[in-house]
């Protein structure tokens, strides 16, 4: 069974440091992995997805990558912003076709000003 | 910004009820999804369709019914609400094959 992990669950800041995310899953064997961000009360909107045969992706200041023989991703926030503080939430599809994403708990960071 | 609505945003409704949670999207994806959220949880997949007339029960056991009967449109009914079922219901959709999924903004909803 899927189980992904996210640790610390919460994360707190100053203005402009560069850091970093972990998530890390049990079942080497995924199709792809995405990360999320949501805001208190709201959806969640998608950040990046990584498909497994892809070490990296990126778009902005973000940049996750993917280990997948070793369970493992991150994402990397450069030069953090108070307006970056939300909850950061990984999930995966593991092979096999199946339509369901495993979600991590998420971390929610806090970037002080 | 992914097109995808779900109304209404916040719902106080008292045990007995029968509710609809809507949930709509302009981007003519084929698949959609339901999952349930508890604060600080993770999110769980309960209703999944792959398109018109598809529909197919998630992971986490809901009391809950889903139809597509129109490829925008995703709505889940309640047919007799509980406080158990208080929790946050996120829609999301995704074009057909394993592709990104694009999440709506959410209905929390609270059953006293």
């Known amino acids: 069974k899927q189980e992904v992990t996210q640790i610390p669950a919460a994360l707190s800041v100053p203005e402009g440091e560069n850091l970093v995310l972990n998530c890390s899953f049990t079942?080497?064997?995924?199709?792809?992995l995405q990360w999320f961000r949501q805001d208190p009360g709201k959806g969640l909107t998608s950040l990046l997805l990584?498909?497994?045969?892809?070490r990296e992706q990126t778009s902005g200041r973000l940049n996750a990558s993917l280990d997948k023989s070793s369970g493992r991703s991150t994402l990397y926030i450069a030069a953090s912003q108070p307006g970056d503080s939300a909850t950061y939430l990984c999930?995966?599809?593991?092979?096999?076709?199946?339509?369901?994403?495993?979600f991590g708990k998420g971390m929610k960071l806090t970037v002080n000003p | 910004e992914a097109d995808i609505y779900q109304t209404p945003r916040y719902l106080v409704i008292g045990t007995g009820k029968k509710i609809t949670l809507e949930c709509s999207q302009t981007?003519?994806?084929?698949?959609m999804y339901w999952y349930q959220q508890d604060p600080g949880m993770e999110l769980h997949l309960i209703h999944y369709?792959?398109?018109?007339?598809?529909?197919e029960k998630g992971d986490l056991s809901s009391e809950s019914t889903v139809s597509r009967i129109r490829t925008e449109h995703f709505p889940l009914t309640l047919e007799s609400a509980r406080p158990s079922h208080t929790s946050q219901y996120l829609c999301?959709?995704?074009?057909?094959?394993?592709?990104?999924?694009?999440f709506g903004p959410g209905t929390r909803l609270t059953v006293l």
């Open positions: 999301a959709s995704s074009e057909s094959g394993w592709n990104e999924q694009f």
């Open positions: 079942d080497s064997a995924i199709y792809n």
């Open positions: 990584i498909q497994s045969s892809q």
């Open positions: 999930a995966v599809r593991s092979q096999g076709g199946s339509e369901k994403l495993v």
């Open positions: 981007m003519g994806h084929d698949k």
């Open positions: 369709s792959y398109g018109v007339n598809s529909t």
